[in-house]
């Protein structure tokens, strides 16, 4: 066989070894380059990613609270329309809600008792999957996330002719407190809030049952528990709120009270009102 004699200093000058393979690296440039690039890239990304996380979360969010109001308008349905209780012996034993029973006032409540679980059949639709809250700390545990208007619609807490009326402490609760509205006393149901993002700061966030109005029955301003909890674009955060109609939209934050009953500040936790500073959103008629 013939031999043939290659130029090794050719080859080696060029770049080449006798093989035939680049030994040409990256220079340190280069590699300044390409890590400059990619870290632009991640700034880029990493925003929009963090938006289409939260995006959806919102609708699952959304599609959680949609859920929830058409269980509460099929329940209606099912029970001479009345809409589920919010609460039960809310003044005295206090340990029934519209999402469950607690064995006492220092536990968590029960899903299963709840009037919503034969239609809903799982409590995993009441939690909110971007609510962070403090779980060692709250009196409304196992909510979820979620509130119902329990002064208008849960109950008959705000209704005037029963605020007027003079009547033993016993009779108000059972007459008011346990006797949520009907179908037909709700005007304009695509106007009314039923269910909505809530919390409460206590003074850390924790879960809180019910959606409360500006004012309370008897005009008080109230600890707001509308929880503007998702985050959207610039903005100061959106709450999901769901209709008696049983549509689902996305509020922005538009005002607050300073701070609650419990001394928290509103505003750091997103917590207030969008709308009109009275209760037209809230109220029956």
Same mark, same amino acid.
């Given at each position: 066989? =013939? ?31 390409? *890590? ?11 925003? *929009? ?6 995006? !959806? ?10 859920? +929830? ?10 029970? %001479?329309?009345? #809409? ?17 029973? =607690? ?15 034969? +239609? ?13 809250? %403090? ?8 909510? &979820? !996330? ?7 619609? &849960? ?19 059972? =007459? ?16 009314? *809030? ?5 919390? *409460?700061? #206590?003074?850390?966030? +924790? ?21 503007? =909890? ?19 939209? &996305? ?21 207030? #009102? ?6 037209? #959103?809230?109220?029956?008629?």
């Amino acid at each position: 066989m =013939r031999m043939i004699r290659l130029n090794n200093k050719a080859f080696t000058r060029r770049g080449y070894n006798l093989r035939g393979f680049n030994l040409r690296g990256f220079t340190l440039v280069e590699l300044l380059v390409v *890590i400059s690039i990619i870290a632009m890239l991640m700034t880029l990304l990493v925003p *929009i990613l963090v938006g289409v996380r939260d995006s !959806g979360r919102q609708v699952v969010c959304a599609s959680n609270l949609r859920q +929830i109001a058409m269980s509460a308008l099929l329940y209606s349905g099912d029970n %001479d329309s009345y #809409f589920p209780p919010a609460h039960t012996d809310f003044y005295t034993a206090n340990n029934h809600r519209w999402h469950g029973t =607690r064995p006492a006032n220092d536990r968590a409540f029960d899903f299963r008792s709840s009037s919503l679980n034969r +239609i809903l059949k799982t409590d995993r639709i009441k939690e909110c999957p971007s609510f962070v809250f %403090d779980e060692s700390a709250g009196f409304e545990r196992s909510c &979820g !996330g979620y509130g119902y208007n329990s002064t208008f619609v &849960g109950s008959s807490i705000g209704d005037p002719a029963l605020n007027a009326a003079s009547m033993p402490f016993e009779e108000f609760e059972k =007459r008011a407190g346990n006797v949520p509205a009907r179908q037909a006393q709700i005007a304009r149901p695509a106007e009314k *809030i039923f269910f909505a993002d809530c919390a *409460i700061a #206590f003074p850390s966030l +924790i879960e809180y049952s019910f959606v409360e109005p500006p004012r309370d029955a008897w005009g008080n301003e109230t600890s707001p528990s509308m929880h503007f =909890r998702h985050k959207s674009g610039k903005q100061a955060g959106s709450a999901n709120v769901a209709w008696v109609d049983g549509h689902v939209t &996305g509020e922005q934050f538009e005002w607050t009270y300073r701070v609650n009953v419990y001394g928290a500040d509103n505003a750091a936790s997103r917590l207030g #009102f969008f709308g009109p500073r009275d209760n037209r #959103f809230f109220e029956r008629k």
